[in-house]
């Protein structure tokens, strides 16, 4: 296999992406190379992005991912699936990896001199599980040649640090507020109910009597995103940002909500409450329980909560329809501290801070346009506040407050 990826590649950027998009170009990945892109278009940063696997390097991934998590091996993690590796031609302050599982390391070796190239290198292992940590002992030979390691999984963080012999930092999922920014003021959102991903069964089987009922606008997903491949994620980025900038209620749960099995008691912040609260949406579901889930959404009623199993949403949605400037001031507080808080520009500067390093004047500059943004949506904030509402333990269906 014959490859050329020093082509996208300047002499004067500081930042060198390698992404995945082209092999691990699942639904679910899309959110992430959102963020290589928003790096891209705010630091000085190119992105490598090698091929997908032919069949032989995909079985030899396979073969890799599969028996590394058994095994202690550090010549299984060399192995290069591509065969012949590549000299990289530039310098970088900062080689940056984004790994949706720490098992898909194998790529990394197409790129033979990577970390002598690279003054920093950091790497983001989105998902791993208090279930994952025996076989992800085998992997910290690999991750130990990083200069930093983040997280994205909070409860994670104690059991990487004890094993990595570099820093280690949880990094909370993020959005691009600007792709997400909806108009507030048209009023006119078709979509009644909006729900993406995982899901109850309960409630689910109650929103389909409802649409089927009267008119009431339930979308749904009809096969499972763990399967879906995509060719162009940032299209993919604004269906789901337009999807949700028309839709009234998100239902939103904690991560993995319908496996209790594989999370035991890490309750963690998926990205859909992100994605809700930028778009503006009533975000009601089972959030993350504790002090975790309330640093990050820490502003009244970002999430309305019900039962993961609601076999009473219909009557829930009609008591909060019956509330309109109740959730118009929660429509406003989930777009507004979005703009101030859930940036991926803002991630992106936690990890140039966490390396000593200055942000850019793109950063900057997004920055005071978020602000800017902000200030002017929570002007129109309606004076008056309103009791929250609460379903999630109440066996009665009253709502908390009359307006």
Same mark, same amino acid.
């Given at each position: 296999m014959t490859i050329n990826l020093n082509a996208t590649c300047r002499e004067n950027s500081r930042v060198l992406i390698w992404s995945l998009r082209n092999i691990q170009n699942f639904v679910y990945n899309a959110c992430l190379y959102e963020f290589e892109d928003i790096i891209r278009r705010t630091d000085e940063a190119d992105i490598i992005a090698p091929p997908a696997y032919n069949p032989l390097s995909r079985v030899i991934n396979k073969t890799i991912s599969v028996a590394a998590q058994k095994v202690k091996s550090s010549a299984l993690l060399s192995v290069n699936p591509y065969g012949s590796a590549i000299d990289l031609w530039y310098e970088y302050e900062i080689y940056f990896v984004i790994l949706d599982f720490p098992w898909y390391t194998a790529s990394i070796n197409?790129?033979?001199?990577?970390?002598?190239?690279?003054?920093?290198?950091?790497?983001?292992?989105?998902?791993?599980?208090?279930?994952?940590?025996?076989? #992800?002992?085998?992997?910290?030979?690999?991750?130990?040649?990083?200069?930093?390691?983040?997280?994205?999984?909070?409860?994670?963080?104690?059991?990487?640090?004890?094993?990595?012999?570099?820093?280690?930092?949880?990094?909370?999922?993020?959005?691009?507020? #600007?792709?997400?920014?909806?108009?507030?003021?048209?009023?006119?959102?078709?979509?009644?109910?909006?729900?993406? +991903?995982?899901?109850?069964?309960?409630?689910?089987?109650?929103?389909?009597?409802?649409?089927?009922?009267?008119?009431?606008?339930?979308?749904?997903?009809?096969?499972? +995103?763990?399967?879906?491949? #995509?060719?162009?994620?940032?299209?993919?980025?604004?269906?789901?940002?337009?999807? #949700?900038?028309?839709?009234?209620?998100?239902?939103?749960?904690?991560?993995?909500?319908?496996?209790? +099995?594989?999370?035991?008691?890490?309750?963690?912040?998926?990205?859909?409450?992100?994605? +809700?609260?930028?778009?503006?949406?009533?975000?009601?579901?089972?959030?993350?329980?504790?002090?975790?889930?309330?640093?990050?959404?820490?502003?009244?009623?970002?999430?309305?909560?019900i039962r993961f199993d609601e076999p009473n949403i219909n009557e829930i949605i009609s008591e909060l329809d019956a509330r309109p400037n109740y959730l118009k001031r929660v429509q406003i507080n989930n777009v507004v501290n979005s703009l101030r808080k859930h940036d991926w520009v803002y991630r992106w500067e936690q990890v140039l801070q966490k390396l000593g390093l200055l942000p850019t004047r793109a950063m900057a500059v997004r920055q005071t346009r978020l602000k800017v943004l902000a200030s002017d949506l929570e002007s129109t904030l309606p004076t008056q506040n309103w009791p929250s509402c609460v379903y999630s333990s109440r066996s009665d269906r009253s709502r908390t407050g009359k307006e």
């Open positions: 197409l790129l033979k001199n990577w970390r002598r190239r690279c003054r920093f290198a950091v790497c983001y292992i989105i998902e791993t599980w208090s279930t994952d940590i025996p076989a #992800l002992a085998n992997f910290m030979p690999f991750f130990n040649q990083f200069d930093l390691l983040c997280v994205g999984t909070f409860h994670i963080l104690p059991a990487i640090s004890q094993m990595a012999s570099c820093p280690c930092m949880f990094l909370a999922p993020g959005i691009d507020t #600007l792709k997400f920014y909806p108009n507030l003021e048209a009023n006119n959102r078709s979509i009644d109910v909006c729900s993406l +991903g995982r899901r109850s069964a309960i409630t689910h089987r109650a929103l389909l009597e409802m649409a089927a009922q009267k008119p009431f606008f339930y979308y749904h997903e009809l096969t499972s +995103g763990s399967v879906q491949r #995509l060719s162009n994620h940032s299209t993919h980025r604004t269906m789901t940002a337009n999807l #949700l900038k028309n839709s009234r209620y998100f239902i939103t749960n904690h991560a993995k909500a319908n496996l209790p +099995g594989l999370i035991t008691s890490d309750s963690e912040i998926g990205y859909r409450f992100f994605e +809700g609260a930028a778009a503006g949406t009533v975000m009601i579901g089972c959030p993350p329980q504790g002090e975790h889930f309330k640093r990050y959404f820490d502003w009244p009623d970002a999430v309305i909560p």
